[in-house]
């Protein structure tokens, strides 16, 4: 897809603040320092205008990007850094919940791992509560620039069977460095656009 115009509609912590009009809507998702940002500002072609806001004592809200004013993306503040208190990971999980719980307009949770590595516990549980709603899942593994082509298929494999990934479940490799990935991702989304 050509991404014309993104910007910013509203940083929201509660169902009154998420912004109106019905479009189709994509939530993205992944732990701190997982490389969320590079993708969301990869997808939109933007240098910046997602920031990295998951270090504790940063504001934890949802933040909605209006993409070609027809669907949004929506930041979800990164889970599992280490050093936030369990107060803050109450908060997070609550507002989380109800985003995932009440919003009609969400298509799919685009969940971000790093290729490198096989998905911490904190992705694990991330996978299993979006399971849990019945929401359209899309799993990018990023920095794959980072490991050699032919590690792809071994590490993509550790990323499926960490997961336990079902039939219908999207896998994408990605890099934010080199773009790889970038059609296929859009392409998984538009289609879900239509449901
Ligand atoms: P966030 O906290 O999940 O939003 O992570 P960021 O997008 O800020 O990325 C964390 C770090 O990983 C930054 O230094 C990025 O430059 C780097 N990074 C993110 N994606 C990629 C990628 O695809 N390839 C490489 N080589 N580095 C990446």
Redesign the pocket.
């Known amino acids: 897809m050509k991404v014309t115009s993104a910007e910013i509609v509203i940083s929201a912590v509660k169902p009154e603040q998420y912004p109106e009009g019905g479009l189709p809507e994509f939530a993205l998702a992944?732990?701190?320092?997982?490389?969320?940002?590079?993708?969301?500002?990869?997808m939109i072609n933007r240098k910046a205008l997602?920031?990295?806001s998951?270090k504790p004592g940063k504001t934890q809200t949802l933040n909605f990007y209006l993409i070609n004013e027809m669907l949004h993306f929506v930041d979800v503040p990164?889970y599992g850094y280490a050093k936030v208190s369990k107060r803050e990971r109450e908060i997070w999980g609550k507002m989380i919940e109800t985003y995932l719980t009440t919003r009609e307009e969400l298509k799919a949770v685009v969940l971000?791992v790093d290729l490198r590595h096989p998905p911490t516990n904190d992705d694990v549980m991330m996978y299993d509560f979006v399971k849990h709603y019945d929401i359209p899942v899309v799993i990018i593994a990023?920095?794959?620039?980072?490991i050699p082509k032919g590690k792809w298929d071994k590490h993509l494999k550790v990323v499926k069977d960490t997961l336990e990934l079902e039939p219908g479940d999207h896998l994408i490799k990605?890099?934010?460095?080199?773009g790889l990935g970038k059609e296929e991702a859009w392409a998984v989304l538009q289609s879900y656009m239509k449901t």
């Open positions: 992944g732990r701190s320092n997982v490389g969320k940002s590079s993708f969301i500002n990869k997602a920031r990295t998951s990164g971000i990023t920095k794959a620039d980072k990605f890099s934010s460095e080199t």
